[in-house]
């Protein structure tokens, strides 16, 4: 009797799989077809039908000549009077901002750097949720309810 009911249990099982399966399946499938869609999007784009007479009017308009790209900027220069302009080589605001630097590049290793601690937590979760599952699907587990003699 307990053999006919395990077996049952395990066709329903497969039909579970099998339903999962064809569920993934048109997920993935589903899945595709938006990616394409969202592709192509720029390709179903109307196409510009141009008249005759809008043909005509942009052949008559006369061609911009190509002007290449200048070099420099020059614009008009104020020259500063007795020299009042220069403020000098300022070395304390220099040290300050690789001090500041230097500080930004320290927290950014503390954050950076993972804490050993999270880590295996981390790992023994993951191993102790697939533990769960494997036990949790294996046929040697017994039935939740009780067996009537």
């Known amino acids: 009797m307990e053999c006919i009911q395990k077996n049952v249990v395990t066709e329903k099982q497969i039909i579970d799989d099998k339903e999962r399966a064809v569920s993934r399946t048109a997920v993935f499938a589903l899945t595709l077809l938006c990616f394409f869609m969202g592709a192509t999007?720029?390709?179903?784009?109307?196409?510009?039908?141009?008249?005759?007479?809008?043909?005509l009017?942009?052949?008559?308009?006369?061609?911009?000549?190509?002007v290449p790209a200048q070099v420099g900027w020059k614009a008009p220069v104020s020259e500063p009077?007795?020299?009042?302009?220069?403020?000098?080589f300022n070395t304390t605001e220099i040290l300050r901002n690789a001090e500041?630097?230097?500080?930004r590049r320290a927290l950014l290793l503390q954050l950076v750097t993972p804490n050993p601690r999270v880590l295996l937590a981390f790992g023994a979760i993951i191993l102790l949720l697939r533990k769960m599952r494997?036990?949790?699907?294996?046929p040697g587990v017994p039935a939740p309810h009780p067996v009537k003699a």
Request: glycine share 10%; no cysteine.
């Open 41 to 55: 999007r720029d390709a179903l784009a109307t196409p510009i039908h141009a008249s005759t007479q809008q043909l």
């Open 57 to 66: 009017r942009q052949a008559q308009q006369p061609v911009m000549p190509y």
């Open 81 to 88: 009077q007795n020299g009042s302009g220069f403020e000098g």
């Open 100 to 103: 500041s630097a230097r500080l």
């Open 134 to 138: 494997t036990l949790h699907g294996s």
